[in-house]
């Protein structure tokens, strides 16, 4: 990512987050909280407690019952946080005047202040009691209504019905449904018939002509008309190539469905329908919605383009899979209008079940064969070499798919009709992913269109997290698809509205969000700090690199603490009722993490006392290199070899550690010489002398000196010892210097001895015997040892 985009996403995440706070902030101020009519919500907690008890209320009535006491309860946690600062405040006051003595020798001004307090914290604290005290009421009503209604899915979910098998309940389930087709065409005759409803539809001919027409247009049209806009824009620009195809390919159903909507909404306009025919006119907008977006889906997961699939199955089976999801679609919409009639005709329940069975049968059908092609698929691993995660999770929802086709089907043929039909959720919750899977494909190619990335480049955590998101955002989908209620929902919500009770303060999820977002532009102006620091005060200053360093990384610990300090102060926590969990917490920590807390004080240590900067060169443990980074917890030094490593700072506070370069760069290289016996020790001495000299890295003052070391076993000793400006460059000099070394002694025929040894064989006679004589018999050597042996070789 550029840096230009780089910073605008960083100061529009930070606008954002500003002005989220800002709303949270404001919803989460106290509102005015009138006077709750107790009496009324007597009446009305009474009353459902009779039902509850009773149990003879259906499940709309318990639901319409459970949203009027949720209202009840929502006022309760209003109230409990009425006055709540002035409590806070009392509280305060009444700390301040400290305990009542034991002995009773309290002033009588103390005494009669405090009792005033106390009145005023009693009075201040009745309503909210009352509050809690109905809120507690309330709340466990909708536990009641909850328990009861999941009692009676659950009952129903395992109820026997009657087998659709059953061949003696064929004729009726017929019989009926002929009986329902009939009366829809008795209704519209009669309705045809009557000469109000004709003139009617005459008075409205036009408009509805009018609106068929624009409909027909745009359902048969609109399509075309979308794909030909977005060749043009696809031509304009050769950038965002996948965020253009998504939005047409959005734009292609959209359009049709507008258009069949318009039909739809027109023929309910003109009259004539009945009450049946308008019942099932209400149906096809949805029913249109649903072939559209299973094709839509169909067509963007298995694209016949390579590029643009998103589950790229290989071969035929990516045209069948479009052609089953669109046929998952039809038997949804075929399922949706078969509820409908049902619904409305109060079939019996043995008509329902042999009607019922054919489509979950056919779905059945279908989602195997397309849970086949899931389960098959195989995608080309990542560059690392491993699969990716939503690979498997494909191929896991083939399988599931596989299981949930032929289960179906055997229940419902059982008899347990309400059990099979938890095929039509898994269908719904395919749905739901795949379009999870399409967003994420599309924030992906918006991604890289802003940042100006090709689908080379790797992909960033920005539309990963955006990714996650949608997962989660697709969640409560889920939920309302496999029979949760939008009450589930609300209660869910309702808990995070209440908060959680830490010692003596409730945290709610407003605080939360007040503290997390606070935290956070703590940090964002915490990191800037640091890195105007970094980059523009502290390099105009006389501050060594350590020094600086070490005052950036001062200052973002402190930043980061301050900051988290300040979160919990403006989100009103109060945790002083966690200090003694806090107390039996630390000691564990003493003891499990009492490495990691050394070397965290020893971090701490680094930075004040500077021992060590980074950029020095150190030797500590054997290791040497130069430091490149000082954390919290170990530094990173760089060795000679490129390689890194990572000693905790403890080593570095009560170890010993050899620093090179602390302070300045000067260093002394030694560099040892030895020559033959009989040399010249004094010309010896001067050629060292110029050598040293003459490197251009000594220093002149000190000046550097040539040590006459001793006599060794082989040669005669002497020391180059030279204080370099610069100590980093040791091993150059030292290579040098060498070098000349060699070179003057060459031109001034001194000689450097090196080690010799003589190699002996305690029987010469075996190499005597396979060996010719030699041609001259040598003088016996003075090193002859004294066990008869001869020398056969010299090795230098």
């Not at 389930?173 to 829809?184: F, I, K, M």
């Not at 209704?187 to 036009?206: G, I, K, L």
């Not at 049968?361 to 070499?385: C, H, K, M, T, W």
Request: no cysteine; proline share 5%; net charge negative.
């Amino acid at each position: 990512m550029s840096r230009s985009a780089f910073g605008m996403i960083r100061a529009t995440a930070l606008a954002a987050a500003v002005l989220f706070w800002m709303v949270v902030g404001a919803l989460a101020q106290d509102a005015p909280v009138g006077p709750i009519d107790y009496e009324s919500w007597a009446m009305v907690a009474d009353r459902a407690e009779q039902v509850v008890e009773a149990g003879r209320a259906s499940n709309e009535a318990l639901e319409d019952l459970r949203g009027q006491i949720a209202e009840w309860r929502m006022r309760f946690i209003e109230a409990q946080d009425q006055n709540a600062a002035r409590i806070a405040t009392l509280r305060t006051q009444l700390a301040a005047l400290g305990p009542v003595p034991e002995d009773g020798t309290e002033s009588d001004e103390i005494a009669a202040r405090r009792a005033e307090l106390r009145t005023q914290l009693e009075g201040l604290l009745a309503p909210v009691l009352r509050a809690e005290e109905a809120f507690k009421r309330a709340d466990g009503l909708i536990r009641e209504i909850d328990g009861t209604i999941r009692q009676r899915q659950l009952r129903e979910l395992r109820s026997l019905g009657p087998s659709p098998l059953n061949p003696i309940h064929w004729p009726d389930a017929l019989e009926d449904l002929s009986r329902s087709a009939v009366a829809l065409q008795r209704e519209f005759r009669e309705n045809w018939a009557s000469p109000t409803v004709r003139a009617q539809m005459r008075d409205r001919a036009p408009v509805t002509l009018g609106m068929i027409a624009v409909g027909l247009l745009l359902a048969l049209r609109g399509p075309r008309w979308v794909r030909i806009a977005g060749a043009r824009l696809r031509q304009s620009t050769r950038r965002g190539t996948g965020v253009w195809t998504t939005l047409v390919s959005l734009g292609t159903i959209i359009l049709p469905l507008v258009g069949f909507s318009t039909i739809v909404l027109a023929l309910r306009d003109g009259g004539g329908a009945g009450v049946r025919g308008e019942l099932l006119l209400s149906l096809l907008p949805g029913a249109a919605a649903l072939l559209l977006g299973y094709r839509w889906i169909g067509l963007r997961l298995f694209s016949q383009h390579e590029r643009e699939a998103i589950i790229p199955i290989e071969g035929t089976a990516r045209f069948e899979a479009r052609w089953y999801t669109s046929a998952l679609a039809l038997l949804m919409v075929l399922h949706l209008i078969l509820g409908r009639i049902v619904e409305l005709e109060n079939y019996a329940p043995e008509s329902v079940s042999v009607l019922a069975f054919p489509v979950i049968a056919l779905v059945g059908l279908v989602l195997f064969r397309l849970g086949q092609i899931l389960s098959n698929y195989s995608a080309e691993p990542e560059d690392d070499g491993e699969e990716v995660f939503h690979h498997r999770l494909i191929r896991l929802a083939g399988r599931i798919s596989m299981v949930v086709a032929v289960a179906a089907p055997v229940l419902a043929g059982i008899g347990y009709r309400a059990a099979a039909e938890v095929i039509y959720p898994w269908v719904l919750t395919l749905a739901i992913a795949g379009i999870v899977l399409i967003l994420q494909r599309f924030v992906r190619d918006v991604y890289r269109l802003v940042t100006k990335r090709t689908e080379a480049d790797p992909e960033g955590l920005i539309p990963v997290m955006l990714g996650m998101l949608l997962s989660l955002l697709a969640l409560p989908f889920i939920a309302l698809v496999w029979g949760a209620r939008v009450a589930d929902l609300t209660e869910f919500w309702a808990t995070l509205r209440e908060g959680v009770v830490l010692g003596e303060t409730r945290i709610t999820l407003s605080d939360f969000l007040t503290l997390l977002i606070v935290f956070l532009l703590g940090y964002l102006g915490t990191r800037l700090l640091q890195g105007t620091l970094r980059n523009s005060i502290l390099p105009k200053t006389k501050i060594d690199v350590g020094g600086r360093n070490a005052i950036v990384s001062g200052v973002g610990y402190v930043g980061i603490l301050l900051a988290g300090l300040f979160a919990v102060s403006v989100a009103g926590i109060d945790l002083s009722g966690l200090a003694i969990v806090a107390g039996a917490l630390s000691v564990g920590v003493g003891f499990g993490l009492r490495t990691i807390v050394e070397n965290f004080v020893s971090g701490i240590i680094l930075l004040i006392e500077r021992p060590v900067s980074e950029g020095d060169w150190i030797e500590v443990n054997g290791q040497m290199g130069y430091v490149r980074a000082i954390s919290v917890r170990s530094t990173r030094i760089e060795t000679f070899d490129r390689t890194d490593v990572v000693i905790p700072n403890a080593d570095l506070v009560s170890g010993v550690v050899t620093n090179w370069t602390r302070g300045n760069t000067i260093g002394r290289v030694i560099v040892p010489v030895g020559v033959a016996y009989g040399t010249d020790t004094r010309k010896v001495e001067k050629i060292l002398m110029d050598v040293a000299e003459d490197h251009p890295m000594v220093l002149v003052n000190p000046p550097p000196a040539v040590l006459f070391k001793g006599f060794g076993d082989k040669s005669l000793d002497f020391e180059i010892r030279a204080i370099l400006r610069d100590v980093n460059w040791m091993l150059s000099v030292h290579s040098d210097m060498n070098h000349d070394i060699a070179q003057r002694f060459a031109e001034e025929g001194i000689e450097i001895p090196f080690p010799q040894r003589d190699v002996w064989l305690k029987t010469p006679e075996t190499l005597h015997k396979s060996a010719p004589p030699p041609p001259a018999a040598a003088a016996p050597d003075e090193s002859t040892p004294q066990d008869g042996g001869s020398p056969v070789a010299r090795e230098a």
